[in-house]
């Protein structure tokens, strides 16, 4: 089976930064939709960014919107989520996610679809993310 490859991570103090990376399989094309979900413990995964592998406009939650920026390369097969002025709120584990399908909507809606018929059917494992106050 694809699997995603995740890279970065690790602790840091509030205020500060990280950049996580992803390398996806060679099967997800440009039309891909790409994205980044976290979940904390006790809570939902949640969607974080999406954009296609091609590159356009990506789409952020709220809670991250001006301080995360999501940026793929489609020479590489690569999604990299750089992270500024961290929270203790963004401590979660991240998970990259890409498509199985090519062509379909990467907008606001997939960050609320994380499975299901309209979710992402290839997962990385996942890398901690923890903020100190």
């Known amino acids: 089976q694809e699997k995603l490859v995740e890279s970065g991570g690790g602790s840091v103090a509030a205020g500060g930064s990280l950049r996580l990376s992803c390398t996806a399989p060679?099967?997800?094309?440009?039309?891909?939709?790409l994205g980044w979900f976290r979940q904390a413990p006790g809570k939902d995964r949640e969607g974080v960014a999406v954009v296609l592998l091609g590159g356009g406009s990506p789409s952020y939650a709220d809670a991250v919107k001006g301080r995360f920026t999501i940026s793929p390369d489609n020479i590489q097969n690569t999604v990299d989520l750089q992270m500024n002025d961290l929270k203790p709120d963004d401590s979660a584990m991240y998970y990259c996610t890409a498509d199985t399908f090519s062509g379909r909507p990467c907008g606001l809606s997939r960050l609320s679809r994380p499975s299901g018929p309209e979710g992402f059917g290839y997962w990385g494992p996942g890398t901690q993310v923890t903020v100190f106050p």
């Open positions: 060679g099967s997800i094309y440009d039309k891909n939709c």
